[in-house]
């Protein structure tokens, strides 16, 4: 069964540092993952997906992510981190059989000013 | 992107009451989801629907029981609530795409609190 790790629970960072998320996946196959943030007491907005192609893949709000099959990560960047961006991030893996999805257990994002 | 409605936003009820979680998507995907979020969690897939008259129970055991006679709609009902039915209910959908895996989109979620 595919698994997804995201090792940082807690991150802050200042607001305009960079800002870098880890997410670790394991699954047998060609991978299909997911960004997602989630606005406290809010659902989940998507911010980016991989499924196939170039290894960066850019979503909306500046973020952007790297696949690296090698390493088993999708990484989730921002080069300047705004105070809007304090939230909980979910990393995900499709589950292309039944089509649902598997969340890692998620990264909160503090923005200091 | 899908616009995905959940009624109520916040629940607080009484141990033993019968509910009714609402879900409703207006982009005709034929694919839907519920998923539980406890508080700082991650989310657990609890069922899911490829189309009408078609559900699927997830990975996460869950009392709840859910119907899709409309394509648009999702409810998800708990027939008798407990304290440990406490938890945030988030419902997605999906269409089916050409590459490989669906993409989903997320309601706002139901905060349920069961006293």
């Known amino acids: 069964a595919q698994s997804v790790t995201q090792p940082d629970i807690h991150i802050t960072v200042s607001e305009g540092a960079s800002l870098e998320l880890r997410c670790n996946y394991s699954y047998g196959a060609t991978p299909y993952l997911f960004w997602y943030v989630q606005s406290p007491g809010q659902g989940l907005q998507l911010l980016l997906k991989?499924?196939?192609?170039?290894?960066l893949v850019q979503g909306i709000k500046g973020f952007e992510a790297e696949f690296k099959r090698s390493q088993s990560s999708f990484n989730l960047r921002k080069p300047s981190v705004h105070w809007s961006d304090a939230a909980e991030y979910f990393c995900?893996?499709?589950?292309?059989?039944?089509?649902?999805?598997?969340f890692g257990s998620g990264t909160r994002l503090q923005v200091q000013p | 992107e899908a616009d995905i409605y959940q009624t109520p936003r916040y629940l607080v009820i009484g141990t033993g009451k019968k509910i009714t979680l609402e879900c409703s998507q207006t982009?005709?995907?034929?694919?839907m989801y519920w998923y539980q979020q406890d508080p700082g969690m991650e989310l657990h897939l609890i069922h899911y629907?490829?189309?009408?008259?078609?559900?699927e129970k997830g990975d996460l055991s869950s009392e709840s029981t859910v119907s899709r006679i409309r394509t648009e709609h999702f409810p998800l009902t708990l027939e008798s609530a407990r304290p440990s039915h406490t938890s945030q209910y988030l419902c997605?959908?999906?269409?089916?795409?050409?590459?490989?895996?669906?993409?989903?989109?997320f309601g706002p979620g139901t905060r349920l609190t069961v006293l």
């Open positions: 629907s490829y189309g009408v008259n078609s559900t």
């Open positions: 982009m005709g995907h034929d694919k």
């Open positions: 997605a959908s999906s269409v089916t795409s050409g590459g490989g895996a669906d993409t989903q989109y």
């Open positions: 995900a893996v499709a589950d292309t059989g039944r089509r649902a999805l598997t």
């Open positions: 991989y499924f196939s192609g170039d290894t």
